[in-house]
């Protein structure tokens, strides 16, 4: 019978679920038989006896259990306390003889992404934080303060929450974070603070700066992206294409970056990917690259800055002019 199931590739247990009213996985014995007959797997009259025997009670037959027996359910291997252990084991270990790899995250670079974001989204960050300052003493626990970036929807790794937290980390209590004097420095893209005791101050408008989190190329590589910059800004000029509508498309979260293959899919899409040969993609991807959340993105603000620059337009986010 199960070698029938399998064959035929039969669908078994809608059959006997049309006839499972109340839902507590049994059927009569003349349900159970008529489920047989319409699915082909009917056997003789005696073979029906002793499976209404072996799954049947008071109740009626126990379907489900026979449809377990029919039909083996693979038993997935519970992984999850294996891999923790491995991945704690992983960050404890180092290789013999090898220097232990330490990334450094620049805190500067992360409140560059922050403030791009506020700015584009008109993000209140100190709405989130301020709810867990119950005394308002402008300070927040470190856990505290990690929980309202992931509601603000910001999606930083640990080695970036960690370089702010360093910064604002409360000279009073170092299990605390200065809340505050996060909100205001990233309030100032919008105004500067105390502006009106200070009426004739100028206040810059914040721009997120080209080359933020870059590698430095070699002069060869550098090269080869200036010729590659050229090329695509001649083609931005010359058919007016505006590059940075269809990257904020896919810039679900608006942080600023996508990934790769998404690059390089808007660069296809715009027509302008032909005229990049896979090296000088490689370059981009040096050039633009940006760490978000562990994994390396490509900043495509700052791409379709120099973009413009090169082009000399200006059809980037209106709210970066």
């Given at each position: ?29 003349s349900q159970f038989r008529q ?123 640990q080695e970036e929450v960690t ?25 100032s893209v919008f105004t500067r ?129």
């Amino acid at each position: 019978m199960s070698e029938r199931v399998q064959q035929r590739r039969v669908l078994t247990k809608p059959c006997f679920q049309d006839f499972d009213k109340h839902h507590n996985g049994y059927v009569t014995c003349s349900q159970f038989r008529q489920c047989l007959s319409y699915l082909g797997l009917a056997g003789s009259d005696q073979e029906m006896q002793l499976m209404e025997k072996r799954y049947g009670d008071s109740k009626g037959v126990n379907y489900l259990q026979f449809l377990e027996h029919l039909q083996p359910t693979e038993r997935l291997e519970d992984k999850y306390q294996t891999r923790i252990s491995q991945l704690s084991t992983r960050h404890t270990q180092t290789t013999p003889g090898a220097a232990a790899v330490i990334v450094k995250v620049d805190a500067e670079s992360v409140l560059d992404k922050i403030k791009t974001k506020v700015m584009k989204e008109r993000v209140r960050v100190l709405e989130f934080m301020r709810d867990y300052d119950k005394l308002r003493s402008g300070r927040i626990p470190a856990t505290s303060f990690r929980q309202a970036l992931d509601l603000c929807g910001f999606g930083f790794g640990q080695e970036e929450v960690t370089a702010l937290e360093k910064v604002y980390q409360s000279p009073k209590d170092p299990s605390q974070v200065e809340y505050m004097r996060f909100s205001d420095e990233i309030e100032s893209v919008f105004t500067r603070k105390d502006l009106e005791k200070t009426p004739t101050a100028e206040v810059v408008q914040f721009v997120p700066p080209v080359g933020v989190n870059m590698y430095v190329l070699s002069p060869e590589e550098e090269q080869t992206l200036q010729k590659t910059m050229h090329r695509l800004a001649e083609r931005v000029r010359v058919r007016r294409i505006q590059i940075f509508p269809l990257f904020e498309d896919y810039d679900r979260v608006h942080i600023g970056s996508v990934t790769r293959s998404q690059f390089h899919r808007v660069l296809s899409e715009l027509e302008m990917g032909g005229l990049v040969n896979a090296m000088e993609f490689q370059i981009l991807y040096r050039k633009f690259d940006v760490r978000v959340g562990g994994r390396n993105d490509v900043n495509y603000i700052s791409f379709c800055q120099m973009i413009d620059d090169y082009a000399q337009t200006r059809w980037t986010d209106p709210a970066l002019k």
